[in-house]
Structures are given as C-alpha cells and as structure tokens.
C-alpha cells in the first residue's frame, strides 16, 4: 500500500467522524499552543534581559563594589581609605587590560530647580570615561569633557525625564539653560538619549503610558511614586543629572583634588568605581590585575569585591533553562494527554473495523500493510493537530500576553514553531503504535466472525 494512498484512507476516516477527530486532536492543539506561547515568552524574557545587560555596559563591564572584609582583617579595616580616586590612578598606571575606567561620586537627596519648578532625580559627579562605560548615547549637545574636570566647570548633562519633570516642553531644547542642584547653579550641556524598555514602549504605542503616568500624579499626595521608580532600570538611566566629578568633590564634598589622596580631605571617597576591560575574553585575567593593584591602595585590606556582567550573563541563561524546561513540561503533559487521545480513538477505530482488517487480511494485505496503515493515520491526526495548534498559537500568546502583562513582548521564532510541530507528529506516530501493532496482529479468520 503506498504511502499517498494510505494518506487519503486516513483523512477520510478522520472526515467520516469529524467532531470526535476534533475532540482527539484538541489535546495536541493545546500542547503545540502551549509550547509556542512558552518558547516565546521565554524568548522575550530573554530578549528583554539581553537588552538590559547591553544598556547597562555589556560583559564588558566590571563594578569594583564594597563588600566586609576577611575575618582575619576585621580588626584592621579601618585602615583602608575606601574607593578614591587613587584606586583610579592605580588601575589607569598598572592595569593594562583596563580599557576605561569610570568613577563616580552620587548626591543623595538633591534638590534640581529650573525657574519655579523642582525635581529630585539621580544626581551624580562623573568623568568623560562615564559615557563609554555605562552606554549612554547624547541626544543633543554633548558630554562632560576632560577639560571640564580639569578646571571645576559648572556644567551637567541631563535626561529628558528630568526636563519633564521641571515642567519644560521637549521641544525647548534644555541647552545653554541655567538649573540650580541644590541652589548652586550648573549650564545644561548636553542631553541624553532617553532610554525606553519594550514594556514602555509598548505602553507609550498602546496610549496607555500617558494615562497611567496620569494616575501616578492624581496619587500623589497618597503616593510617592517616584520612591517606586526608582527600582525601575529605566528610572535608573533616564532621571539622570550628571556633571563633573572635581566639581561634585569640590562644591559638595569639600574634598582635596590633589593625588595621591590621605585622609584629610573630609571624604573623598567614591560612590562607584566601574571599569570597561579591552577583551571580554580575558575579563578573570583583568579582574586579578586591578585586584592586586587595589590592594596597594587599600593597604592590603580586602574590603573591595567585583560585580561583572558575565555572572550576570550566565544567571539569564540559567533562568531562560529553567523557565523553558518548567514550561516544556506543562506543555509536554498535554501532548501526552493529546497522545492518548489519539491511541484510545485509534483503538476504538480498530474495534469498528475488525471485519475490515479482516478482509483485507484474507485477500491478501501484509500484517506490515494494516500496521502501517493504522500508524499513518494516527500520524495524520498528529499533524493536523499541529498544523490547527501552530495557527492558534499566535492568539494563545496575545492571550498570555493581555493577561498575565509582561514586561517582555513575547517573541515567536521560526525554530519555536518547528520544534512545536515536529513534537505534535512525533506524538501521533507514537500513539498509534501500539494501535498498528495490534491491528496488524488479528487472526484473519477471527476478525471475519467478528459482528
């Protein structure tokens, strides 16, 4: 019997029972929707923390991070001067594989005004390395220059969010303005391009962005929506005033800006310290160098630790693993459920056409020929519920979506939906084995009795 034929035999089986043939292929439709809607939501959820890593400076970039020191140290930390500016000098001179190196002095509680209008974003003291190391882009103007720390310059870059907030329109462009942080003025040099995670964006494409951000001020007197935001990434990135870190040092902390540092300035010490290595690839090899020169600086005490982004490059992996397989799963059981479906009406299929088999063995037919036979139809059913799973996969997703509001837009890749399908015939051609083999193992003369 060719395969053509037996095709046709089985899809006219399917056709003369359609509703049961739908009711056995509803469980593979429900498996191949439910594994497409997982690969994609873990595809975004990936995509999304992918995307976060990048904006944040990529594998590329190490966090030098305070941490306790040694127990064998406990008694001799306080001679550790803390992050400082000497660390900076140390790496620059003795740290070849140190690309950039980004130090940063933040403002807590600042207070910026703009005419009669005031904001409280993220105020911090930076060098030119800061815009390399962070990736942030200027929209407009440009970002603290060298020559700009070297002589103290009153001058800040800052977000459009911050321009929002001090009540200004977009289209006023903020450069050459004049805003006071904490009463002392600063000239507006520069403007960061704003950063927009796929979960605003698709709010702000919605409408909804504007309406929620409505709410937030009609809750303001109750809520301070702001001490939400600012665990947002996005807060974090865009309510941003930056200027030079030698001003900040010397305005605000009062401090001494001559190298090496000692402890009579009243606190030189550094907020952040990040650095951006030349090769990723040779990132342990970097992270040993500026170990063994921060501890010239810090006196031998190892009150200092490293933060890199490939620990966090290998936790959003393990994450997407665990979200898949715990996924897969779910998914997989109603496949199996799908599968039993198919070998349960495959069987009930044999016990109507006993006479038929028996004919057809009688006349000649193979035992291979009825196995085969009942084996492709079981895998047309597989198919056909996998082809009516992948088209209502997509609205499955949107469901997921409308639902549950995820942060990351799911995303459906081609090789989701392969994998989907394949699993869907996969399932039929093994449910119907046991089926085929038991069709193909009828006694001719029994199954010719058989009323």
């Known amino acids: 019997m060719n395969l053509h034929l037996s095709i046709q035999v089985g899809l006219r089986e399917i056709l003369a029972h359609k509703f049961r043939s739908f009711l056995t292929m509803f469980g593979i439709i429900l498996g191949v929707s439910s594994l497409v809607a997982m690969f994609a939501v873990t595809e975004g959820m990936t995509r999304g923390m992918r995307e976060h890593l990048l904006a944040s400076g990529g594998v590329e970039r190490i966090s030098v991070i305070d941490q306790d ?31 950039e190196i980004s130090p940063e002095v933040g403002l807590g509680g600042a207070v910026v005004q703009y005419l009669n209008k005031t904001a409280r974003p993220r105020v911090v003291g930076v060098t ?58 600063f000239r507006i040099v520069g403007v960061f391009r704003e950063y927009e995670s796929e979960y605003e964006r698709r709010l702000r494409e919605s409408g909804r ?53 000692d402890e009579r300035g009243p606190d030189p010490r550094l907020s952040e310290l990040n650095l951006r290595v030349r090769d990723p690839d040779r990132l342990n090899d970097a992270v040993k160098e500026v170990r063994l020169a921060l501890l010239k600086t810090h006196r031998g005490i190892e009150d200092f630790g490293f933060n890199t982004r490939e620990d966090w490059a290998d936790s959003i992996e393990t994450s997407v693993r665990a979200a898949r397989l715990s996924g897969g799963l779910i998914a997989g059981i109603s496949l199996v459920v799908g599968g039993i479906g198919i070998a349960n009406i495959m069987l009930a299929s044999i016990t109507e056409r006993v006479r038929e088999i028996g004919i057809r063995l009688a006349v000649g037919a193979r035992r291979r020929d009825i196995f085969s036979q009942i084996l492709i139809e079981s895998s047309v059913l597989g198919f056909l519920g996998g082809l009516l799973g992948l088209s209502s996969a997509y609205g499955f997703v949107q469901l997921i979506q409308l639902v549950a509001e995820l942060n990351n837009e799911p995303v459906i890749r081609a090789w989701a939906l392969a994998v ?15 089926p085929a083999f038991k069709a193909s193992r009828l006694d001719p003369i029994q199954a010719l009795r058989y009323e």
């Open 69 to 99: 020191v040694p127990v064998s140290q406990e008694d001799l930390k306080s001679l550790s001067p803390g992050r400082t500016l000497a660390d900076v000098e140390v790496i620059r001179r003795e740290c070849p594989r140190i690309e």
């Open 128 to 185: 030119r390395s800061f815009e390399v190391v962070n990736s942030f882009d200027i929209e407009q103007g440009r970002f603290i220059s060298d020559l700009d720390v070297d002589r103290v310059m009153p001058v800040c870059v800052i977000g459009w969010p911050v321009w929002d907030a001090l009540g200004q329109r977009r289209k006023d462009s903020p450069l050459g303005r004049t805003l006071s942080i904490n009463g002392l003025p």
């Open 209 to 261: 962005l504007a309406a929620m951000q409505q709410r937030a001020v009609e809750r303001r007197a109750a809520v301070k929506p702001q001490s939400i935001r600012r665990y947002s990434f996005a807060w974090w990135r865009n309510n941003l005033v930056v200027f030079p870190i030698s001003t900040m040092l010397a305005t605000f902390r009062s401090a001494s800006l001559q190298l090496p540092y």
């Open 420 to 434: 989907s399908f394949a699993f869907s015939v996969l399932t039929g051609v093994v449910a119907g084995f046991y």
